[in-house]
């Protein structure tokens, strides 16, 4: 079994700086690709940036050049660092995972979810 466990999260001014931080435990052998996506009320899950384990990164184009995803492999953890914030970054941020069990069978993994507000 796979956890994921986000943190970071919290208020701030328009302009700020958060970090994000996930920590994958449990049975992490078959996590190939990790990512950050942000919810909104009324709206579904969208991503935010993706990272894999050769260190191939995406970003969503709102947040390309204000947004840095990284990870540490050693602990198991990937960040989200957020510059520049705007009010339309607000929402529940979540950690994903995809983690191949077989050739024929990916799980995903999602974490809890950490809320950041950005005021104007």
């Known amino acids: 079994q796979v956890r994921l466990v986000e943190s970071g999260g919290g208020l701030v001014q328009s302009g700020g700086s958060l970090r994000l931080s996930c920590t994958a435990s449990?049975?992490?052998?078959?996590?190939?690709?990790m990512d950050w996506y942000r919810q909104t009320p009324g709206e579904q899950r969208s991503m935010v940036a993706t990272i894999t384990t050769t260190d191939n990164t995406n970003y969503a184009d709102s947040v390309r050049g204000r947004f840095t995803i990284s990870r540490d492999a050693a602990k198991n953890i990937i960040y989200l660092q957020m510059t520049s914030l705007i009010p339309e970054d607000t929402g529940v941020y979540y950690c994903?995972?995809?983690?191949?069990?077989?050739?024929?069978?990916?799980?995903?993994?999602w974490g809890q979810g950490t809320q950041v507000t950005v005021s104007s």
């Open positions: 994903g995972a995809d983690d191949r069990i077989s050739d024929l069978r990916i799980d995903r993994h």
């Open positions: 449990g049975n992490i052998g078959g996590i190939y690709s």
